[in-house]
């Protein structure tokens, strides 16, 4: 019960600082777990992205081994601007077109290619947590710096998709590769 209330009361906390204030927002990685803010950040996205068609229910993929454990499970069933988010695992790439954020974990290091060769036209949001991934193309990567959780955006691969990401949600994030 305990970590289901620092979940809620840390996802009130990113949530108003990313619709509020549009500098830093840098959640201390020590304070909480690592995957803990990563997840909430992850929840957050859903709120700065537009898909090219209605939406009914979120769905948050993870793709190969599953960092989170408890964290990514307090998600399940939250509302998105009104929309029930749903979290899912998925074992093939086939499987992947029914998510809108995927999350790609480090242990897909050496398919990152063809994952995202398979995602690619599909509308979705790729995230990662692995040295390299936004640089690969996936859109926006976390990383740690100064015992904080940042994240580095992929603008080109952004731009090739058909979602919208929102200015306010690209000003927090750190531009790699061409602009």
């Known amino acids: 019960m305990k970590t ?3 979940m809620f009361l840390m996802a ?3 949530g108003l600082a ?3 204030q549009p500098v830093c927002v840098c959640a201390q990685a020590r304070q909480f777990g690592e995957y803990d803010v990563k997840a909430v950040f992850m929840a957050n996205f859903f709120k700065f992205v537009e898909w090219p068609s209605p939406v009914r229910e979120y769905r948050l993929c993870i793709y190969g081994s599953d960092p989170f454990g408890q964290s990514v499970r307090t998600l399940e069933g939250m509302k998105v601007r009104g929309t029930m988010l749903e979290v899912r695992r998925p074992s093939s790439l086939r499987a992947l077109g029914d998510c809108h954020v995927l999350f790609i974990s480090s242990s897909e290091r050496r398919r990152i ?3 995202l060769d398979a995602v690619r036209g599909m509308d ?3 995230v990662g947590d692995t040295e390299g991934y936004a640089q690969e193309g996936v859109m926006l990567n976390f990383y ?3 015992s904080k959780v940042k ?3 992929n603008l080109n691969s952004i731009r ?3 979602i919208a990401v929102s200015s306010q949600l690209l000003k927090l994030g750190r531009m790699v590769g061409d602009e």
């Open 124 to 126: 979705l949001l790729t």
């Open 12 to 14: 009130v906390i990113l």
């Open 160 to 162: 090739s998709s058909r």
């Open 4 to 6: 289901l209330s620092r």
């Open 18 to 20: 990313l619709t509020v």
């Open 151 to 153: 994240f580095e955006i």
């Open 113 to 115: 290619r063809a994952i």
């Open 144 to 146: 740690i710096e100064a």
